[in-house]
C-alpha cells in the first residue's frame, strides 16, 4: 500500500513543543548551560519556548521557613508556567520544587509538568543513547558524575548516568560515598560555613582519588559550591553540567 | 550574623572525632545496605509495611496500651504511667528506694532514660548508678555524652578508649578490643553481682501478649534484666506492637538498619517476673510508660516521627550528622531524627532551629525502615519556627520576593549582580570563607536568546 507523501506528514508525530526553565542560577551566572540545554532540546526533537518574564521558583526563601515570600514568588511562576507545555529545567533542585514543594505551598495545586532535563529525554522522550546522530571526534573525559539529592525526591534514580554513559568519549568512574550530599543545601552553604565546606572537601577528596579529571552533576547548586572549594584550594577538577556534556557531544 | 547553634558546635569538633564518626557511619551504611535486600525480597514493600502498622499503632495508641497493660499485669508485670520525665523519674526513684535504698543500679543501654536524664536523678537520690552497655560505661566514665542513638561512642576511637580504661585502673593499657571488652567485663561483672536493681529500655512491647522485647549484642541487657531482684523497664508509648506476629518483621528490620546484622546477638522476650518454679530471674518487673510530650505529638503534623524504631539510620547516612557528629546537636536525640524529635517533643521556640540543620538532601528517608518523611518534616518545622522568630538569619527573603515577583526588578538586579557581590551581604561571608565567589561564566542566556530569535 503506498501512501501519498502529504498523509505521511500528518502521520509523523509532531515536534514536541516544550518550555524551559531557565533556574534563577543559571539566569544569574550560568548561562551557558541555558543554551547547552536549549541545544540539547532541539537536537532531540523539541521546540524550545522561553517565557522572559520567568525569574525563580522561590525554593530559596521556602528552604528557609519564610514561606509567605515562598509563596509570592511560586505563584507567579505557577501562573507563568501553567501553559499546558512540559516543563523542562536543568536542575533536580527547582523541579523537586514545582513538584514536590509546590503542593505544599498550595494544597489544591495540581501537579505541574515538570521534569529535570535528563528525565525528560530519557523517560518522556525515550531517548536511550545520546548523540542522536554520530557526530565529530569525540573528546575524551573520565567524569565522576555527582548525583545531586534532589534527584531523590524524585526518583531521578541513575538516568543521567546512563545517558551520559552512551557519549562517545565519556568514561564514568565510581567514587567512595557516591551517594553521600555534596553539602551545598542552599543558604544552608553559607549559614553552615563549616559543615557545609567539611562535606564537600570530603567529597572532592573521595572525587580525586577516583582519578576523575571531571566532576559533573545535573544542577547548578552543587557545582556552584564544589566549584567554589575547588577553585579556592586549587584542586585539578573540571566541573561540567549534564547539559554541557551533552552539547558538547554535539558540537564537534 | 550569628551562626546557629549545630554549625557553632561543629566547629568545636575535633578532625579526629570527625574522622571516627565517618568510617563508623560509612561501615554500618554499607552493612545495613547488604543486610536489608539479603532478608528482605522487596526492601520498599517490608518497610512500607512496617509504616503501615507503625500507623495503625498511633491512631489506636489508647487501646493498644490499655491491652497492653491489662496483658502485662496478667504477666506479673507492675504497670507504670508517666506523663512527664520528672514524674517518670519520681516513679523509678520510689521503686528504687523501696526495694533497696541506696543500692546499686545496673542499666542496660536505653534512650529512654537518656530522655528523661535519669542518672542524674538516680544519683541525686544516693543510688549508684552503673551503664553496662559498653558504649555507655566509656560515656559515663568519662562524664561524657552519648552522641548517636545506637553508637554511644562513635565519636571515640580506640586510642581514647584505651585511655579512660587505664585511668579507671582496669588493667595495663591495651588497644585490642577483645582486650579491653575483658577488662569492662571483669569490672561490670562486679556491679551485676552486687546490684539490686536493674534498669532496662524496650524494643517493643506487644499488646496481644503483654511482653517485653530487647534487642542486643553485648549480652549485658540479659544480666541487667535477670541478675537483679528487681526489674524495671521504661519505654516511650509509641513503642507498643499490636501482635506477637509483628515482631518478626521489625526484629530484623531493626536490626538490619541499626547495625547491619539479622538480628541482635541476643533478643529477650521478657514475659514477667521469676514464676515459683524457677531458679533465678528478677523478683518484680517494673513497666514505665513514657509519655513526656508525645500524646501531644500525636495530635499534630509531626506525628509520623513516632513511627520511630531508634535503628539510627539515619543519623549514619547524614551529611551534616557525619560532618558536625552528635554533640553538636546539643539533645540526646540528635540527627536527622533529633532534628524532627526534639522540636516536636519540647517545641519549636525552644529547639525550632534544629530543623535548619539539615542540606535536605533525603538521605534519612531513604534509609528509614519506617519510611518517615524527614525532610518534608524538616520544611514544615522552618515554616513553623520562621513564623515562631526563631529561624531569622538576617537574610532579607522579603525583598528577594519583591524583586523575583516582576521581570524588569528582576532583570534590573542580575545587572546590579557583579555590583551587588562587592556589597556586604549576610550570605557572602559565609560562601566566601571557604569557597570562591561564584561570577558570569560564559554568555548570557537571556542576550543569547534574543540574538538568536
Ligand atoms: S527516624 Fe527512621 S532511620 Fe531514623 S532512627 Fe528513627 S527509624 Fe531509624
Given at each position: 500500500?503506498?501512501?501519498?507523501?502529504?498523509?505521511?506528514?500528518?502521520?509523523?508525530?509532531?515536534?514536541?513543543?516544550?518550555?524551559?526553565?531557565?533556574?534563577?542560577?543559571?539566569?544569574?551566572?550560568?548561562?551557558?548551560?541555558?543554551?547547552?540545554?536549549?541545544?540539547?532540546?532541539?537536537?532531540?526533537?523539541?521546540?524550545?519556548?522561553?517565557?522572559?518574564?520567568?525569574?525563580?521558583?522561590?525554593?530559596?526563601?521556602?528552604?528557609?521557613?519564610?514561606?509567605?515570600?515562598?509563596?509570592?514568588?511560586?505563584?507567579?511562576?505557577?501562573?507563568?508556567?501553567?501553559?499546558?507545555?512540559?516543563?523542562?529545567?536543568?536542575?533536580?533542585?527547582?523541579?523537586?520544587?514545582?513538584?514536590?514543594?509546590?503542593?505544599?505551598?498550595?494544597?489544591?495545586?495540581?501537579?505541574?509538568?515538570?521534569?529535570?532535563?535528563?528525565?525528560?529525554?530519557?523517560?518522556?522522550?525515550?531517548?536511550?543513547?545520546?548523540?542522536?546522530?554520530?557526530?565529530?571526534?569525540?573528546?575524551?573525559?573520565?567524569?565522576?558524575?555527582?548525583?545531586?539529592?534532589?534527584?531523590?525526591?524524585?526518583?531521578?534514580?541513575?538516568?543521567?548516568?546512563?545517558?551520559?554513559?552512551?557519549?562517545?568519549?565519556?568514561?564514568?568512574?565510581?567514587?567512595?560515598?557516591?551517594?553521600?550530599?555534596?553539602?551545598?543545601?542552599?543558604?544552608?552553604?553559607?549559614?553552615?560555613?563549616?559543615?557545609?565546606?567539611?562535606?564537600?572537601?570530603?567529597?572532592?577528596?573521595?572525587?580525586?582519588?577516583?582519578?576523575?579529571?571531571?566532576?559533573?552533576?545535573?544542577?547548578?547548586?552543587?557545582?556552584?559550591?564544589?566549584?567554589?572549594?575547588?577553585?579556592?584550594?586549587?584542586?585539578?577538577?573540571?566541573?561540567?553540567?549534564?547539559?554541557?556534556?551533552?552539547?558538547?557531544?554535539?558540537?564537534? | 550574623?550569628?551562626?546557629?547553634?549545630?554549625?557553632?558546635?561543629?566547629?568545636?569538633?575535633?578532625?579526629?572525632?570527625?574522622?571516627?564518626?565517618?568510617?563508623?557511619?560509612?561501615?554500618?551504611?554499607?552493612?545495613?545496605?547488604?543486610?536489608?535486600?539479603?532478608?528482605?525480597?522487596?526492601?520498599?514493600?517490608a518497610t512500607a509495611h512496617a509504616a503501615a502498622i507503625k500507623d495503625y499503632v498511633l491512631d489506636n495508641l489508647g487501646s493498644l496500651l490499655e491491652q497492653l497493660e491489662g496483658n502485662c499485669q496478667a504477666n506479673g508485670i507492675q504497670v507504670h504511667w508517666a506523663q512527664h520525665a520528672?514524674s517518670a523519674n519520681?516513679i523509678i526513684?520510689?521503686i528504687?528506694?523501696?526495694?533497696?535504698?541506696?543500692?546499686?543500679?545496673?542499666?542496660a543501654k536505653s534512650m529512654a532514660t537518656e530522655e528523661i536524664?535519669l542518672?542524674?536523678?538516680?544519683?541525686?537520690?544516693?543510688?549508684?548508678?552503673?551503664?553496662?552497655?559498653?558504649?555507655?560505661?566509656?560515656?559515663?566514665?568519662?562524664?561524657?555524652?552519648?552522641?548517636?542513638i545506637v553508637?554511644?561512642?562513635?565519636?571515640?576511637?580506640?586510642?581514647?578508649?584505651?585511655?579512660?580504661?587505664?585511668?579507671?585502673?582496669?588493667?595495663?593499657?591495651?588497644?585490642?578490643?577483645?582486650?579491653?571488652?575483658?577488662?569492662?567485663?571483669?569490672?561490670?561483672?562486679?556491679?551485676?553481682?552486687?546490684?539490686?536493681?536493674g534498669i532496662s529500655g524496650v524494643n517493643f512491647a506487644v499488646a496481644e501478649s503483654g511482653r517485653l522485647v530487647l534487642l542486643e549484642?553485648?549480652?549485658?541487657n540479659?544480666?541487667s534484666t535477670?541478675?537483679?531482684?528487681?526489674h524495671i523497664a521504661v519505654m516511650g508509648i509509641e513503642k507498643v506492637l499490636p501482635r506477637e506476629g509483628d515482631l518478626p518483621l521489625f526484629l530484623r528490620l531493626l536490626a538490619g538498619s541499626a547495625?547491619?546484622?539479622?538480628l541482635g546477638?541476643y533478643v529477650h522476650f521478657i514475659s514477667g517476673p521469676?514464676?515459683?518454679?524457677?531458679?533465678?530471674?528478677p523478683?518484680d518487673v517494673h513497666l514505665v510508660l513514657l509519655d513526656n510530650g508525645r500524646t501531644q505529638v500525636m495530635a499534630g503534623?509531626y506525628k509520623e516521627i513516632l513511627r520511630c524504631i531508634r535503628c539510627g539510620a539515619?543519623?549514619?547516612?547524614?551529611?551534616?550528622?557525619?560532618?558536625?557528629?552528635?554533640?553538636?546537636?546539643?539533645?540526646v536525640y540528635?540527627?536527622?531524627i533529633?532534628?524532627v524529635l526534639?522540636?516536636a517533643l519540647?517545641?519549636?521556640?525552644?529547639?525550632?532551629?534544629?530543623?535548619?540543620?539539615?542540606?535536605?538532601?533525603?538521605?534519612?528517608?531513604?534509609?528509614c525502615p519506617v519510611q518517615i518523611?524527614?525532610?518534608?518534616?524538616?520544611?514544615?518545622?522552618?515554616?513553623?519556627?520562621?513564623?515562631?522568630?526563631?529561624?531569622?538569619?538576617?537574610?532579607?527573603?522579603?525583598?528577594?520576593?519583591?524583586?523575583?515577583?516582576?521581570?524588569?526588578?528582576?532583570?534590573?538586579?542580575?545587572?546590579?549582580?557583579?555590583?551587588?557581590?562587592?556589597?556586604?551581604?549576610?550570605?557572602?561571608?559565609?560562601?566566601?570563607?571557604?569557597?570562591?565567589?561564584?561570577?558570569?561564566?560564559?554568555?548570557?542566556?537571556?542576550?543569547?536568546?534574543?540574538?538568536?530569535?
Amino acid at each position: 500500500m503506498s501512501v501519498a507523501p502529504r498523509e505521511l506528514e500528518s502521520l509523523a508525530p509532531k515536534k514536541p513543543r516544550v518550555r524551559l526553565m531557565l533556574t534563577c542560577l543559571c539566569d544569574a551566572y550560568f548561562g551557558e548551560i541555558g543554551i547547552a540545554t536549549v541545544k540539547v532540546l532541539e537536537h532531540a526533537g523539541c521546540e524550545v519556548l522561553f517565557d522572559e518574564r520567568q525569574t525563580c521558583c522561590g525554593q530559596p526563601p521556602f528552604n528557609a521557613g519564610d514561606w509567605d515570600s515562598a509563596r509570592t514568588v511560586a505563584d507567579r511562576t505557577v501562573e507563568l508556567f501553567r501553559t499546558g507545555e512540559p516543563i523542562i529545567v536543568p536542575s533536580g533542585s527547582c523541579t523537586a520544587m514545582l513538584r514536590e514543594g509546590y503542593p505544599m505551598l498550595f494544597p489544591k495545586l495540581g501537579r505541574l509538568p515538570a521534569f529535570e532535563l535528563s528525565e525528560y529525554l530519557v523517560r518522556e522522550l525515550g531517548i536511550n543513547s545520546w548523540p542522536r546522530r554520530p557526530l565529530g571526534n569525540p573528546k575524551p573525559m573520565k567524569i565522576a558524575f555527582h548525583r545531586a539529592c534532589h534527584g531523590r525526591s524524585i526518583g531521578l534514580g541513575d538516568v543521567q548516568e546512563f545517558l551520559l554513559a552512551t557519549v562517545p568519549g565519556v568514561e564514568l568512574v565510581r567514587f567512595d560515598q557516591e551517594e553521600q550530599c555534596c553539602g551545598f543545601g542552599g543558604a544552608f552553604s553559607a549559614t553552615f560555613t563549616k559543615v557545609s565546606a567539611g562535606i564537600g572537601r570530603e567529597k572532592l577528596r573521595n572525587i580525586v582519588a577516583s582519578g576523575a579529571t571531571v566532576l559533573a552533576s545535573g544542577d547548578m547548586g552543587c557545582l556552584m559550591h564544589l566549584g567554589g572549594l575547588i577553585e579556592r584550594e586549587g584542586i585539578p577538577l573540571k566541573v561540567m553540567h549534564f547539559a554541557e556534556i551533552l552539547a558538547g557531544a554535539l558540537s564537534e | 550574623m550569628r551562626s546557629p547553634r549545630v554549625e557553632e558546635n561543629a566547629r568545636k569538633v575535633s578532625p579526629e572525632a570527625t574522622a571516627s564518626v565517618r568510617s563508623a557511619t560509612a561501615a554500618v551504611t554499607l552493612a545495613r545496605q547488604n543486610a536489608l535486600p539479603a532478608y528482605f525480597k522487596d526492601v520498599d514493600r517490608a518497610t512500607a509495611h512496617a509504616a503501615a502498622i507503625k500507623d495503625y499503632v498511633l491512631d489506636n495508641l489508647g487501646s493498644l496500651l490499655e491491652q497492653l497493660e491489662g496483658n502485662c499485669q496478667a504477666n506479673g508485670i507492675q504497670v507504670h504511667w508517666a506523663q512527664h520525665a520528672a514524674s517518670a523519674n519520681k516513679i523509678i526513684g520510689d521503686i528504687c528506694a523501696r526495694s533497696a535504698p541506696g543500692g546499686i543500679v545496673v542499666k542496660a543501654k536505653s534512650m529512654a532514660t537518656e530522655e528523661i536524664h535519669l542518672n542524674h536523678s538516680l544519683e541525686a537520690a544516693g543510688f549508684e548508678v552503673v551503664e553496662t552497655d559498653l558504649g555507655e560505661y566509656v560515656v559515663q566514665i568519662d562524664h561524657d555524652r552519648p552522641s548517636h542513638i545506637v553508637a554511644p561512642i562513635i565519636h571515640k576511637n580506640r586510642r581514647e578508649i584505651a585511655k579512660s580504661f587505664e585511668r579507671e585502673g582496669l588493667g595495663p593499657y591495651t588497644e585490642v578490643p577483645e582486650e579491653l571488652a575483658m577488662q569492662a567485663r571483669a569490672r561490670l561483672r562486679e556491679k551485676f553481682q552486687s546490684a539490686e536493681i536493674g534498669i532496662s529500655g524496650v524494643n517493643f512491647a506487644v499488646a496481644e501478649s503483654g511482653r517485653l522485647v530487647l534487642l542486643e549484642n553485648e549480652g549485658n541487657n540479659r544480666l541487667s534484666t535477670t541478675a537483679p531482684q528487681v526489674h524495671i523497664a521504661v519505654m516511650g508509648i509509641e513503642k507498643v506492637l499490636p501482635r506477637e506476629g509483628d515482631l518478626p518483621l521489625f526484629l530484623r528490620l531493626l536490626a538490619g538498619s541499626a547495625t547491619g546484622q539479622k538480628l541482635g546477638s541476643y533478643v529477650h522476650f521478657i514475659s514477667g517476673p521469676r514464676r515459683p518454679d524457677e531458679i533465678d530471674g528478677p523478683r518484680d518487673v517494673h513497666l514505665v510508660l513514657l509519655d513526656n510530650g508525645r500524646t501531644q505529638v500525636m495530635a499534630g503534623k509531626y506525628k509520623e516521627i513516632l513511627r520511630c524504631i531508634r535503628c539510627g539510620a539515619c543519623q549514619n547516612v547524614c551529611p551534616v550528622y557525619r560532618e558536625a557528629s552528635g554533640h553538636a546537636y546539643g539533645h540526646v536525640y540528635a540527627g536527622p531524627i533529633g532534628a524532627v524529635l526534639a522540636p516536636a517533643l519540647e517545641g519549636v521556640e525552644k529547639l525550632g532551629d534544629l530543623a535548619k540543620a539539615s542540606t535536605l538532601c533525603g538521605a534519612c528517608q531513604e534509609a528509614c525502615p519506617v519510611q518517615i518523611p524527614i525532610p518534608r518534616m524538616l520544611l514544615e518545622l522552618r515554616d513553623d519556627a520562621y513564623r515562631a522568630g526563631v529561624i531569622h538569619e538576617g537574610i532579607p527573603w522579603g525583598a528577594f520576593a519583591f524583586a523575583a515577583s516582576s521581570s524588569w526588578r528582576w532583570r534590573a538586579g542580575l545587572k546590579m549582580l557583579p555590583v551587588a557581590s562587592t556589597a556586604p551581604n549576610p550570605l557572602k561571608k559565609g560562601w566566601t570563607d571557604s569557597r570562591a565567589m561564584p561570577s558570569r561564566v560564559g554568555r548570557s542566556f537571556r542576550r543569547w536568546w534574543n540574538e538568536r530569535s
